[in-house]
């Protein structure tokens, strides 16, 4: 990867490549070189993009994929919560560079008409009272213009959506400062950006489908909460709320 230098007085770095196997498995291996607090990796196609749980994420050309190393001074409870800063980043880069505003679906997919274009992997590590690090990684379908049969019912890009094409660079840039600047002020709970999260976010109000003891379970999305969890209710009128790392799929 080489270095980029896309934001002027930015002083973390930013490495780009064309393409790699993962932008987060690229920046695991710089944080634990030392890599500063808001070291970026970023590519324009990857060839082992990974998503949760172990399972491989399509990563074809025309997608940005990028990922932010964050050092956070707080808990590691509350890191989680760090993948709904990225949706929101994400979100916020794409309606100021290209006219569009996706929705998130909770915790961090984002939506345009009906479909996903974007998703996040959060991964952290953890060392005692040393702390540790974050890193969120987002890939984002923008110029892609197919996707294999079995995902073109759920998955888009912003290019199948409206026929344009955008210019990643520039959506790169927008996307780094957003990140940048959400986290500066994001401080252990997010509370600066809580009611930016709701607005955007369409979960709540929808049937959901979400995973239980080993099937799957139909509750009522109440509301996202002020840690960012999911309030939801079960048929028979329980409530309870659902944190992150959690599957969910509309109904």
Known sequence: MRELKLIEGREAPIYFAESTD??????????KQCAPHGTV???LEQTGGKGRLGRSFA???????????????????KASRLSCAGALAASAAIEEICGISPEIKWPNDLMLNGKKISGILTEAAWQGEGGGFVIVGTGINVNTESFPAQLRDIASSLYLETGRHFE????????????????AAWGEEGGAYIEEYRRRCITPGRDILIDHQGSRAKVHAL???????????WPEGRLEKKSFGEIFSAV
Do not use: Q
């Not at 990643?168 to 986290?183: N, P, W």
């Not at 509301?223 to 209710?233: F, G, H, K, M, T």
């Open 41 to 43: 990796a970023a590519a």
């Open 168 to 183: 990643l660079e520039r959506l790169m840039a927008a996307f780094i400062s957003r990140l940048d600047s959400i986290y």
């Open 223 to 233: 509301s996202v909460e002020d840690d960012y969890s999911l309030l939801v209710r």
């Open 22 to 31: 993962s932008t987060n498995t690229r920046l695991k291996e710089l944080a």
């Open 59 to 77: 990563s074809p050309p025309g997608g940005l994929y990028l990922s932010i190393l964050w050092r956070p001074d707080f808990p590691p409870e």
